[in-house]
């Protein structure tokens, strides 16, 4: 066994599921945007594609306690609706290095070293 597969195995599956519907394009939902980010970000993850009948999602049920896609759950945060998880992973996961530069051109002292 190579240390690369090794190191995989000891890893297991990625912390970061997406929960989506089966539409297989990225364009055409909320779904897609939430994957496009993703990808975009490069966060490893496990795309599981559900069914459009909302009473075929007992498990979307059972983590949010409404039925409704997409859902992504990294660790134990559990988030839906597609604006709100694009704001997660914006946060989480985003670039850090545009907002220092945005906070030291404006004089953000709290956030980035400036000079005065």
């Not at 945060?77 to 906070?103: A, C, F, M, P, T």
Request: proline share 8%.
């Amino acid at each position: 066994m190579t240390p690369a597969a090794g190191d995989a195995e000891r890893r297991g599956p990625p912390a970061v599921v997406l929960y989506r519907c089966p539409t297989r394009t990225n364009w055409l939902c909320p779904c897609g945007a939430v994957a496009r980010r993703l990808g975009r970000l490069g966060v490893d993850h496990r795309t599981v594609r559900l069914p459009y009948r909302r009473a075929e999602r007992p498990e979307i049920e059972e983590l949010t306690s409404q039925r409704l896609l997409p859902v992504l759950v990294d660790g134990d945060e559990v988030i839906h609706d597609s604006k709100r998880i694009l704001q997660y992973l914006d946060w989480k996961h985003g670039d850090r290095r545009e907002d220092d530069l945005y906070n030291v051109k404006h004089g953000h002292p709290e956030h980035g070293d400036h000079a005065h």
